[in-house]
């Protein structure tokens, strides 16, 4: 597959996301006929659908997949929902869905559920992510902070805080805070690595919709917020990102795992019965793993080491 220009929408609507963007015309249309050609050179045609949900921060991967797939297999219906990765994990429970994404492990009461369900899945991973902490561009003083700084700006602890708080040379300003919903991956890793368990600030703003946060940190000079690494290089002009204890997120950094302990990795969760019983799941799904690594970086996140991908494409191999 040649690389293409993706642009993410600036807005992710409704349940389902059916071709959400759109890329470069010349290079777009180069791409599709070289996936055509190779349709047409030997890849069966199929039909079918096949049903998705899962997190916002895995979107713009599985948007740019979708699409592309659309000029393989034009009669593939392929509907991805965003409903965080916790309420995909719902939706993956109750059988509505035949791969979840998400930007965190799957968790135990998760597993419990499913294995209630009669629902056998495996894990694959994606792509690299860095979370992004994020600040106003006109903020000149919180441009680094320390895992103890952020631990005093985001845990609750019955006050509301200034920057001066957490530096007194830093304004006597009402920090404004934005997070992704407690339904994200996001939110889940965040609460992890950073509030060890400890409630969020209760006057943070909640949303699953990473472009809200971004719209409310590029509203106030006072704000902070908090989301992943493609969603800031895609508002880097209007945002800036603040350096962890000295590290930035980059691609290197993000990869080598230098930029800790924000750098995750990403996750689909495929149904063994979907792919077993439906030759456009375990299509999509392969077609998911060989080009993953590409579209993770043409979207702004980084890719795996490619036995990674190659090791996942012969267990999916082993599902059918």
């Not at 985001?154 to 009402?174: L, M, V, Y």
Request: net charge negative.
């Amino acid at each position: 597959m040649k690389k293409w220009k993706y642009l993410t929408s600036t807005a992710i609507l409704g349940s389902a996301l059916f071709l959400a963007a759109c890329g470069d015309g010349e290079e777009t249309l180069t791409s599709a006929e070289n996936n055509t050609e190779q349709a047409e050179s030997g890849s069966a045609e199929l039909t079918g659908n096949v049903v998705g949900d899962g997190s916002s921060t895995v979107a713009p991967i599985t948007e740019a997949l979708v699409e592309e797939y659309a000029a393989v297999q034009k009669d593939v219906r392929v509907a991805v929902g965003v409903s965080g990765t916790g309420g995909g994990f719902e939706k993956f429970i109750n059988g509505e869905t035949d791969f979840s994404n998400a930007s965190r492990p799957i968790k135990d009461t998760e597993v419990e559920k499913l294995k209630a369900a009669g629902i056998e899945y495996t894990e694959f991973e994606l792509a690299y992510d860095g979370l992004s902490v994020v600040v106003h561009p006109d903020n000149t003083w919180a441009k680094d902070l320390t895992v103890e700084q952020l631990q005093k700006i985001w845990i609750e602890d019955g006050t509301k805080k200034k920057w001066s708080d957490i530096d007194a040379s830093w304004p006597a300003e009402e920090i404004v805070f934005y997070s992704p919903g407690s339904d994200s991956g996001t939110y889940d890793y965040f609460d992890e690595v950073i509030l060890d368990g400890e409630d969020i600030v209760k006057d943070a703003m909640l949303s699953e919709d990473d472009n809200v946060l971004v719209q409310g940190v590029t509203g106030d000079v006072n704000a902070i917020g908090y989301f992943g690494y493609a969603y800031y290089l895609e508002n880097k002009d209007k945002l800036q990102v603040v350096t962890v204890n000295g590290v930035e997120p980059t691609n290197d950094t993000i990869e080598s795992g230098n930029y800790s302990p924000l750098s995750r990795p990403l996750f689909i969760y495929v149904k063994n019965s979907a792919v077993k019983d439906s030759e456009a799941t375990y299509d999509f799904i392969k077609f998911t793993l060989e080009n993953a690594g590409e579209m993770a970086e043409v979207v702004g996140y980084v890719s795996l080491p490619a036995d990674k991908y190659e090791a996942s494409l012969k267990q999916l191999e082993g599902l059918k």
